[in-house]
Every structure is written in structure tokens, then in C-alpha cells.
């Protein structure tokens, strides 16, 4: 499944990311969507679920995250909706890990 989440802050970090494997971290932008997939590894047998889904945020709950690779590259973001089955667009896509 997946999760769209609007991105509601980022740190400076971000943007100034130039590894050439993390470049993607410069695109985030506050306000943009973003869509999120929740697939094995992370997905944990008991619950079928990914840790950080926000699957009991409701509403203006703000969600804390942080870019795999450069813990630096941290912000909040709120669920907008969840999708059971994915089409996530190809820009704005990210995996829970």
C-alpha cells in the first residue's frame, strides 16, 4: 500500500544534499505531495504494516521524518490518505525503510 503525505516543513539540510545518490533530497519542497510505499523489508509480519504510515493519524496530526542517508534531511509532513493500491507518479515517490 501506499500513503500520500503533504510536506509541511523541511530542514536546510535538504537542499544543500549533493551526493550523487541523494540529489533527490534538493527536490523536497514544503507543500508538495508526496507518496510514500510501504513494502518488504520494511513492513513488519505481524501487523502487515510500516512503521511511520501514520495509520492513526487523523486530521492535522504532524508526522516526523527523516531522510535515510543523511539524518540531517529531517521535517514533518501530514497523512493526506492512504492507498491500497499504489500509483504513486514517479517524481515525489519515496519507500519507507
Not at 544534499?17 to 513488519?44: I, N
Not at 510500516?50 to 486530521?59: M, S, V, Y
Not at 496530526?61 to 521535517?75: D, F, M, R, S, Y
Request: charged letters at 20%; one cysteine or more; hydrophobic letters at 30%.
Amino acid at each position: 500500500y501506499c500513503v500520500e503525505f503533504r510536506t509541511e516543513s523541511l530542514s536546510q539540510h535538504c537542499a544543500l544534499e549533493t551526493r550523487p545518490y541523494a540529489r533527490w533530497m534538493q527536490y523536497l519542497r514544503e507543500g508538495h505531495t508526496v507518496c510514500v510505499a510501504c513494502q518488504p523489508p520494511a513492513m513488519r509480519t505481524d501487523t502487515r504494516r510500516c512503521p511511520g504510515d501514520g495509520h492513526n493519524a487523523h486530521g492535522d496530526k504532524i508526522l516526523h521524518w527523516e531522510a535515510i542517508g543523511n539524518p540531517k534531511c529531517q521535517g514533518t509532513w501530514k497523512k493526506i490518505r492512504q492507498l491500497e493500491h499504489c500509483s504513486c507518479p514517479l517524481v515525489h515517490s519515496f519507500i519507507f525503510t
